[in-house]
C-alpha cells in the first residue's frame, strides 16, 4: 500500500538554526514527489515536486533533495516568518496528476 | 482572479443535517479535486474532475457523500446525513490540464454536534 511517513511531527528551531525535514515513503513507481506549506486556518501552498532520485531544488531558504526511498526539506538560516506545517505527499497512481497521497505534516516553529 | 474560492469558510450543522459545500476554481482550470483534512492528518483524496466529468472517487467516500461540477467551472460537494465523523476541513484544489501543481482553496471547516 501507498504510503508517506514524515518525521520528527514537530521541531522547534531558535532563528537561524538550521535543520531539516525528513518524508519517507512507499509507493509502486514513483511518479512525482510533493512539498507543500501550510498555515493555520488556510489551504497548502504548493513549493516544490521532484520526479527521480537525486534530483535537487531551492527556494529561499529551502532546498529539497529527493532519494530512492525518502524526501529531505532543508532549511537553512529559518526566520520566524519559515513557521507552518510542511507537507509531503506522492502522486497516486493511477489517477490524475494532482491525486496526492499526503503524509501528516511537520509542524515548525521558529523562534526569534 | 485571486485563486481557488471555497464558500462557506465555516459551517456548524446537527448531526443528521445535509450541508452542501461550494468551490469556485481558477479560471481556466480543467482539473478540479476535492480533499479532505482532520486536524493533525496531510490532505486526503476525495474525488476529482476534469472538466463536468468525475474521474475518480476515493473507495473511502461513503454514499452519503456526493460531487458535481455541472458545467466544468464551480463544484459542489454535497453531505447526506451528517456524522460527527465528517468533522473535518474540506479542501478544494485546481489545476490546469497537465504536469502542473494544483492550487489549493482555503478550505470549508465543517463541525458537526
Known amino acids: 500500500e501507498d504510503q508517506v511517513t514524515q518525521s520528527p511531527e514537530a521541531l522547534r528551531l531558535q532563528e537561524g538554526e538550521s535543520s531539516s525535514l525528513n518524508c519517507s515513503y512507499t509507493?509502486?513507481?514513483?511518479?512525482?514527489l510533493f512539498w507543500y506549506r501550510q498555515d493555520p486556518g488556510k489551504g497548502p501552498e504548493f513549493l516544490f515536486t521532484l520526479y527521480s532520485a537525486g534530483e535537487e531544488k531551492e527556494k529561499e531558504r529551502l532546498k529539497a533533495t529527493l532519494t530512492k526511498k525518502e524526501s529531505f526539506l532543508h532549511i537553512t538560516a529559518p526566520k520566524p516568518e519559515d513557521s507552518a506545517t510542511y507537507l509531503c505527499?506522492?502522486?497516486?497512481?493511477?489517477?490524475?496528476?494532482?491525486?496526492?497521497?499526503f503524509g501528516a505534516g511537520t509542524r515548525l516553529a521558529v523562534h526569534p | 482572479d485571486t485563486g481557488v474560492s471555497q464558500d462557506p469558510r465555516h459551517k456548524i450543522t446537527k448531526r443528521g443535517q445535509n450541508v452542501t459545500f461550494r468551490c469556485d476554481p481558477i479560471s481556466e482550470h480543467n482539473r478540479l479535486y476535492w480533499y479532505r483534512q482532520t486536524l493533525g492528518q496531510g490532505p486526503e483524496f476525495l474525488t476529482y474532475f476534469q472538466n463536468e466529468a468525475q474521474l475518480e472517487k476515493s473507495r473511502l467516500l461513503s454514499d452519503r457523500f456526493s460531487a458535481e461540477r455541472p458545467k466544468g467551472s464551480f463544484s459542489t460537494l454535497e453531505i447526506q446525513r451528517t456524522e460527527q465523523g465528517d468533522s473535518a476541513m474540506y479542501l478544494c484544489a485546481s489545476s490546469p490540464v497537465g504536469n502542473t501543481e494544483a492550487f489549493f482553496g482555503q478550505g470549508t471547516r465543517l463541525t458537526v454536534v
Open positions: 505527499a506522492v502522486q497516486a497512481p493511477p489517477g490524475g496528476y494532482n491525486k496526492l497521497i
Open positions: 509507493v509502486s513507481g514513483l511518479r512525482g
